[in-house]
């Protein structure tokens, strides 16, 4: 049962664009989400989080859109550049006060300059 | 301040022999994760341990796989008698608290069984 799903497996972007990285959630417990960027041979890197009171949260060029209607978020970075290329994995704590954490399948992410 | 470390980084086993990867958390932090990702998967949890408490293993298969994390030197993820189906890349993460903190991961171990 796949409760954190990224249907996209990759997304080829012009560099200075916008990247638009999708992920739906199965699960209405969940209450919490990330999002991880991970290199080749390295460990997942945390970006950015969202808690379910908000509806946004912006560092930077990331953003992060939460619909909990839809059980739908999204990742935005703008503007795109080569060095975002890498695969980004969204993921959820499960609730019960650790992070036992699901995560998607991933979407690569090929910044073309 | 070093981040978390693992090793080794890469590993080859035969069928039948054990494989042990090892984890340094990060400096003050008394929490680790271990994950197991397969090919063209997203990671999955295994294990969540303290210092000599497992707290959570529902993610870990029921035979032949066992971790510990004790008072003193790394956590260890020992794979017994490995099979060509435990070939994945594993990674440990460790946080200084539960709840939101933020997990942070070491590079991985790629176990290959030949």
């Known amino acids: 049962d796949q409760q954190v799903k990224q249907n996209s497996p990759s997304l080829s972007v012009q560099e200075g664009r916008i990247s638009i990285l999708n992920c739906d959630y199965t699960?209405?417990?969940?209450?919490?989400f990330l999002w991880y960027k991970k290199y080749p041979a390295e460990g997942p890197t945390f970006l950015i989080s969202?808690?379910?009171?908000?509806d946004k949260n912006e560092d930077g060029r990331f953003t992060v859109f939460l619909n909990k209607s839809a059980k739908h978020l999204s990742l935005h970075i703008v503007p795109s550049q080569p060095g975002d290329s890498a695969v980004y994995f969204c993921a959820a704590p499960s609730s019960g006060g650790y992070q036992k954490v699901t995560f998607g399948t991933g979407t690569k992410l090929q910044v073309i300059p | 301040n070093a981040g978390v470390m693992q090793n080794p980084r890469h590993l080859v086993r035969r069928r039948g022999q054990e494989a042990r990867l090892r984890c340094s958390p990060m400096?003050?932090?008394?929490?680790v994760y271990w994950y197991r990702q397969l090919p063209e998967e997203g990671l999955k949890f295994m294990v969540y341990?303290?210092?000599?408490?497992?707290?959570?293993e529902s993610g870990m298969p029921k035979e032949r796989f066992s971790a510990e994390f004790p008072k003193e030197g790394p956590s260890i993820l020992r794979i017994q008698q490995v099979v060509r189906g435990d070939s994945a890349a594993y990674f440990c993460?460790?946080?200084?608290?539960?709840?939101?903190?933020?997990?942070?991961f070491g590079p991985g171990t790629r176990l290959t069984v030949l």
């Open positions: 969202i808690s379910s009171i908000k």
């Open positions: 699960n209405s417990m969940f209450d919490y």
């Open positions: 400096k003050g932090h008394s929490h």
């Open positions: 341990l303290q210092k000599e408490n497992i707290i959570d």
């Open positions: 993460a460790s946080s200084p608290n539960y709840g939101t903190d933020t997990q942070y």
